[in-house]
């Protein structure tokens, strides 16, 4: 095993804890949540994207959007659930970039579907838009190498987790995960860092995503 | 009172050490909840075990209640059956009393916190008192289709809040002001939820006569006609045509509700020539309750219309099997066929409860995902973050803050 290094700089885990905010808005039709996806804050589009992770987090698989599964349970449009549970969310690194994706294949949809606009749902069961409010706090684990960072991980809170690896990425629009930053550019193992950022953290629940960032980082550390 | 250690165990470490960083985001600031009644009903209830909580975790929290005599609060029941959706005779009159009784809580209530958190529509003219400090209103009612002159009367205040709290997003309006997401909770500790012994959850059933010879299906809820216990009824004889089983209805005492009594009676005739059907008028004990849901195979939840409906939340977590209606905060609770059934009529309650009880790897799957789906996310716990995140966005209006 080789001597680990030391960083100057070591890394913070922070948590991050979120509160639901409503907007009173809501769509009955394809075309009201094509229009209103195009509207609402980014805050909505991260919620209903991301929600499932934390809220069915020790279940897999999981329904990966509210709006792949509010057009297949409720308005039957199998077709098209299928289509937006299918965008690539890790290949965004911008709210705005998935909205646009999934403003398109409703739009796309509609064009080659025109039935699918008479569709509407009951009473009870249209489609609330919901905002992700995020509370940043540090905590106070530290880590100064892979041995200690990878102990942390063990037991850190699985919002710390949550933090680092999605709302860093994509909502703060960093390019990355926040572990691969570090590992790259203050421990200097790029090989790590490119393994972390490389794997889809959206097919595993959050705790399925602890035992695997630990794996990869013990077996770093065993070479 | 349980401690927030007690609750390490199962919730984990790591939730209570967020609660203990959180609270100490708040020192300095008084909360103050007011509402309308010291015990009895759900916002009692959970008020009662909230405030320890807070004020283990250091947050500086007291509980006032406002006063009212009988008069005020026939109007404010009505004003809340108005607001399920109800039809209701409401006068000119009925505002009236329901003003003069504010006024006078205007003069007597000192409303001192730096967050003063003022719970359902009773004590909600006291934001009339608003000076630099920050207010919050909490809807606990299913306002999806509110009477519009009770929720228009109800506007003038609620738009002088800083931010509103409702428990369901279909409860949610087009409002002026912010509004929050915050379901209800359940503590696990408490009576009606924490671990009990097989020899306790026996006693109560020798005590109500019910064999444990073949599988029970229940429902816990007040004789009331929107929990439609006749319907679960029907549901019933559905599936005894094909399972043999037993029925417990089981809710609280219904002395001061003329109507209440009424249904009672009707499902009691309803049952009398089934002795597999039982009707039980329980007293507030919150053991009982807990060993019915522990005794069931099933738990039914057939309601019509539905506040938020913690019964389910109950049931799911003792990981049992429930079929529930698709109204309310019931959705919130089940994701259909994940971590139970939901249903839109007597025929539908009927089919899903004979799948249930024909296939109990299924029926225990579905429970044990809602047992994780209710700690996750219904927990007491998960309430009080949920509150002191909410007394911290008062003083920070962004999407993301950095504490």
């Not at chain 2, 006063?67 to 399920?84: D, I, R």
Request: hydrophobic residues 40%.
């Amino acid at each position: 095993m080789a001597e680990l290094i030391r960083a100057k700089e070591p890394f913070r885990f922070y948590t991050r804890l979120h509160l639901t905010e409503l907007t009173g808005l809501r769509a009955t039709t394809l075309s009201q949540l094509l229009e209103l996806i195009r509207q609402v804050p980014g805050s909505c589009i991260y919620h209903h994207t991301h929600r499932f992770l934390q809220q069915h987090q020790y279940l897999s698989p999981e329904p990966p959007n509210d709006f792949a599964y509010w057009v297949t349970e409720i308005l039957g449009e199998d077709e098209l659930g299928e289509k937006l549970a299918s965008i690539d969310t890790v290949q965004y690194s911008t709210i705005r970039g998935l909205r646009e994706a999934i403003a398109f294949t409703i739009e796309d949809y509609l064009e080659s579907n025109t039935l699918a606009k008479l569709k509407f749902s009951r009473e009870g069961e249209e489609f609330h838009f919901i905002k992700s409010v995020s509370f940043v706090l540090p905590t106070d684990c530290v880590a100064y190498d892979l041995n200690e960072f990878a102990g942390i991980l063990r037991k850190i809170t699985i919002d710390s987790i949550y933090f680092h690896i999605f709302e860093a990425r994509l909502r703060l629009e960093k390019g990355h995960n926040d572990f691969s930053n570090w590992i790259d550019s203050v421990i200097g193992d790029k090989e790590l860092a490119d393994e972390i950022s490389r794997f889809d953290p959206y097919s595993h629940t959050l705790d399925g995503l602890r035992s695997v960032l630990v794996k990869m980082i013990e077996n770093r550390i065993a070479v | 009172m349980a401690k927030l250690e007690e609750y390490v165990p199962i919730v984990g470490q790591s939730v209570v050490d967020d609660l203990r960083l959180l609270a100490g985001k708040l020192h300095g600031k008084m909360v103050q909840h007011i509402n309308s009644t010291p015990v009895g009903g759900g916002v009692a209830e959970i008020l009662s075990r909230m405030v320890p909580l807070l004020k283990e975790l250091g947050v500086d929290t007291r509980w006032d209640v406002i006063k009212g005599g009988e008069q005020f609060f026939e109007v404010t029941k009505k004003f809340h059956n108005a607001l399920h959706g109800k039809a209701e005779e409401i006068t000119q009159r009925d505002f009236d009393i329901f003003m003069e009784t504010s006024r006078e809580n205007i003069k007597g209530v000192n409303t001192c916190g730096d967050v003063v958190f003022i719970h359902d529509p009773q004590p909600i003219a006291l934001i009339e008192k608003k000076s630099d400090k920050k207010w919050l209103w909490r809807c606990h009612i299913d306002v999806s289709a509110p009477d519009r002159r009770v929720w228009k009367f109800l506007m003038d205040f609620i738009m002088r809040y800083d931010s509103a709290v409702f428990s369901s997003p279909s409860f949610s309006q087009r409002l002026p002001i912010r509004q929050f997401l915050i379901p209800p909770s359940i503590d696990p500790l408490s009576d009606k939820n924490k671990d009990i012994s097989q020899e306790t959850i026996g006693a109560v059933l020798r005590k109500y006569r019910i064999p444990q010879d073949k599988p029970i299906i229940t429902q816990i809820s007040r004789f009331d006609r929107l929990k439609d216990p006749l319907g679960v009824i029907e549901a019933y004889v559905r599936v005894k045509k094909y399972n043999n089983c037993r029925l417990v209805l089981a809710g609280g005492s219904a002395d001061d509700d003329p109507e209440g009594l009424q249904v009672l009676a009707e499902a009691k005739e309803k049952a009398r020539q089934d002795k597999d059907i039982h009707i039980l008028l329980l007293p507030q004990n919150n053991i009982e309750i807990n060993a019915l849901q522990r005794a069931s195979s099933v738990i039914v939840q057939k309601s019509i219309r539905e506040g938020f409906g913690l019964t389910v939340a109950e049931a799911l977590w003792k990981a049992k099997p429930v079929v529930a209606s698709n109204v309310g905060g019931i959705p919130l609770q089940i994701k259909h066929k994940y971590s139970g059934l939901l249903c839109h009529s007597i025929e539908g309650a009927s089919f899903a409860i004979k799948q249930l009880l024909n296939s109990p790897e299924y029926a225990r799957r579905l429970g044990e995902n809602g047992r994780e789906h209710i700690r996750n996310n219904f927990l007491l716990t998960r309430h009080l973050r949920d509150y002191m995140l909410l007394f911290l966005s008062l003083y920070h209006g962004d999407d993301v803050v950095y504490l």
